[in-house]
């Protein structure tokens, strides 16, 4: 439509203005809004834009390479695909606690974010981010209401002024179903525009208490069943958030002839406009059970799947 077009062309000019011949890194996650920031910006400067997606060991089946699929092959975009995995697992091994986790976690992102800016970007002088206006609000509030850190959510905090970068930030004045309307005039595929969120710690606030590789490859393998029958179902597209949580409980099961001793894996799948409140989602019996039936069949390591049907609040979303 004529004001999405509208505010592609003012945006781009103003970077161009802004940017000049300099080179711009920009922080890739693979969510809605640093994607959108890349499209938009790889739109105005080409390759001036250098783009870094951190692989910290937390992700999705499939992220990685879905990432360096979609924007270094088909976008053509300069992208650097740092994998510090195992720097993470090093850090968070032996802690369960949900905030250091967190904090661990943040920290070591922004360490090396920092340490590969270092590396590529000598000679940049911008760092993109995709903030949207909710965003610039928020840090207000939080600023001024202490009960707003619950969570402590993941930027990068100081990083621009300590590396002497200017902000280039146009989503700024957007909310994100303006974001997710520039996303698709830009050529951005719909799964990526309308996908859902993923907390910055990613996998690593889904296995409760501590981090191994072989529970994060048991949480990979039966959340990808999950969101594959949401998605064949087309119901992924209609909540807010469907994944799965790992649980470090063992309990009995029968597999074959066999006695089993294995974990249990709960589905949390929420409607929300905001997130701010969410309320359970009422899933066809006949979808959870294949679900169920999937995840406990294909999955090594689970005996057991159970559904969280608590609303938010008291409960939060995420289970850390
Ligand atoms: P909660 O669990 O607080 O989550 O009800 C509300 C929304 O925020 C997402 N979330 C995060 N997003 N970094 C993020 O970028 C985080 O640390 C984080 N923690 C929670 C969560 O997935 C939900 O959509």
Not at 297 to 310: H, P, T
Request: proline share 4%; net charge positive; with cysteine.
């Amino acid at each position: 439509d004529w004001t999405t077009k509208d505010f592609i062309a003012h945006s781009v000019a103003d970077i161009r203005a802004k940017v000049g011949k300099g080179r711009v890194l920009l922080g890739l996650s693979g969510g809605v809004d640093s994607s959108v920031a890349a499209a938009l910006l790889h739109k105005a400067i080409g390759s001036q834009l250098t783009c870094v997606f951190v692989d910290n060991g937390l992700l999705r089946k499939g992220e990685r390479d879905y990432v360096r699929e979609l924007y270094g092959k088909h976008f053509n975009i300069d992208l650097r695909v740092v994998d510090a995995s195992a720097l993470f697992l090093k850090r968070l091994k032996g802690v369960s606690d949900p905030e250091t986790k967190r904090k661990i976690i943040g920290r070591t992102f922004v360490e090396v974010f920092e340490r590969t800016l270092k590396k590529i970007g000598r000679t940049a002088e911008f760092l993109g981010q995709g903030t949207l206006y909710p965003d610039v609000i928020e840090s207000v509030s939080i600023q001024g209401n202490p009960a707003s850190l619950i969570k402590t959510h993941h930027n990068v905090g100081g990083l621009p002024e300590r590396m002497k970068l200017k902000l280039v930030e146009p989503l700024r004045e957007l909310f994100k179903d303006e974001v997710r309307r520039v996303g698709e005039a830009l050529g951005l595929p719909r799964e990526v525009v309308w996908r859902q969120p993923f907390p910055g710690p990613g996998l690593g606030v889904r296995v409760m208490g501590d981090i191994t590789k072989d529970k994060l490859e048991i949480l990979r393998n039966a959340d990808a069943v999950l969101q594959e029958e949401m998605m064949k179902s087309g119901l992924y597209w209609k909540v807010w958030q469907s994944f799965a949580v790992f649980l470090p409980v063992k309990t009995v099961g029968v597999f074959g002839d066999e006695r089993t001793y294995d974990y249990v894996i709960a589905l949390r799948i929420v409607e929300s406009t905001d997130a701010m409140t969410a309320d359970w989602a009422k899933i066809p019996h006949d979808l959870l059970q294949k679900i169920s039936s999937r995840i406990t069949n294909e999955v090594r390591g689970v005996s057991r799947v159970v559904l969280d049907i608590s609303s938010k609040p008291p409960a939060t979303i995420e289970w850390e």
